[in-house]
């Protein structure tokens, strides 16, 4: 069992973006979990888990348990995922939960956690725990101050260094082709070059 494993921090802009992430190599389908870090799942809904209860993460503030069982696997995904708690819960509680996570014993050898872009200012208390940091970015979606937002934050806790920073990385959901497509990567790519940190690796 592996007693110390990785937490790689993914901030990501839709939750479709979770089926590009073997695509980009960013997971792949070994022992690897991910794990929704947010208030309110975002992801439930995707995976018809909205009416659902679960503990989720927090689970692992009761002795003895471990990360893989209590993971949900979709049937559209290759990697299991620890959904958000629902009901939800509070910053600090999952933040308690997460701080186990690189040491409670189980069967998975890596873990990346998921953030919503709007929601990485709230969860900065959970940087210290991660062992580095990227951007998933749907094309389809404008540009918006809550990546600028997050771009402050990341600057500020100093997790863009070529240590810590595993770039930005831009996906397009075969489902979200809209006209303009084209239009919204040239407004991003021109809003990038405003942060030149966040495209370096």
Known sequence: MTTSRSIHCL?????WSIYQLETLGLIKTGNELLVEL???SK???????DEARHKGLIELLQPGAQLHKIAYRPKNLNVPIILASNPPTTVDTLIAALSLVATVDSLIDEVTV??????????VSAYPLMSDFSIVWDIADF??????TLTESLVKEQCLN?????GLHLCSHPNRQFPDNK????ILRDLLNDFPALNSV
């Not at 998921?114 to 709230?122: A, E, S, T, V, Y």
């Open 162 to 166: 070529k240590d810590k920073w595993k």
């Open 143 to 148: 540009p918006s101050t809550g990546l600028l």
């Open 114 to 123: 998921l953030i919503h872009i709007n929601d990485g200012p709230q969860f």
């Open 43 to 49: 992801f439930a809904p995707a995976f018809d888990r």
């Open 38 to 40: 947010a208030l309110e």
């Open 183 to 186: 239009l919204r990567e040239s």
């Open 11 to 15: 901030f990501y802009s839709h939750v």
